[in-house]
């Protein structure tokens, strides 16, 4: 592959229209507040740094530092794209059949219930399970930072990049890439829903929480502005080197006086 160092964002390239289609999940939630192609997201925005503050509710993140360190465990699958890792795991080293005798032993009905929505979901998506869920959003608060001062033009190249190549890493299509995040998205719902899992399986087994799964995909299918369906999944992503800022607000060398 070949090596850049660009920080450059040329729409007319297939790459840097790859980094803005990973968001496309995401924003098809939200289509008339965010634009897939806008690198920032939002139009005529006034003021994007008040804007940016509306993150301290959504996300609980307000400094530059926190923005950063929740975008690096984002792109480690480490919010809630590791949940039922092990599991997975597991679940890729049955066979059909094992797993099913598996569920058959559980005695309790949401454990029972969630194993099989977890086999669902790894029938789609493989042991990558979740993962989706966190490098969509992961791609969403970078370009969310950069409008609101928060990522810079360096940072939201490198950053956008390597969410993509984690994305060609861990799945085979957009197609189970999407999967992936709404199967996430889902269990999301589930784990946050105030009432009781008992109440709650039958929506997390059938059809899903909210937008369900057949309503996210005829919203993405009948979307003629979401960029995935004209995007080869095989595109070739640069290399692109890790920013020095990057490096020093993560290990905190750029201090609090910068944050």
Known sequence: MTAH?????????PHCQWWLAIT????????????????TLKRDLDDPVEWGKNFIDWWGIDTRREWHEMIHRLAMAEVHGDVWAGEFGRRACMSANEWQQRIDRVQNPVA???MSYLDAA????????FKGWDFCRGSFLTRAGFCAGKVTQEEFAFLLNY???????????WEQYTQSFIFGRNYWEYMNDQDEDSDNISYLLNNGFYVGFSSFYQCLEED?????????WNVELPNIRQPESLRA???DEEGEANA
């Not at 790894?122 to 399970?129: E, I, L, P, S």
């Not at 003629?224 to 080869?232: F, K, N, R, S």
């Open 5 to 13: 160092t660009s920080n450059n964002f040329d729409p007319s390239l």
């Open 24 to 39: 496309s999940p995401q924003i098809s939630y939200n289509r008339g507040d965010y634009d897939y192609d806008l690198p």
């Open 112 to 114: 029972k219930a969630e």
């Open 122 to 129: 790894y029938r789609h998506v493989g042991v990558a399970g």
């Open 163 to 173: 969410f993509s190549r984690q994305i060609q890493a861990h799945f085979s299509s």
């Open 224 to 232: 003629t502005d979401c960029p995935i369906p004209a995007l080869d």
């Open 249 to 251: 607000i993560l290990s």
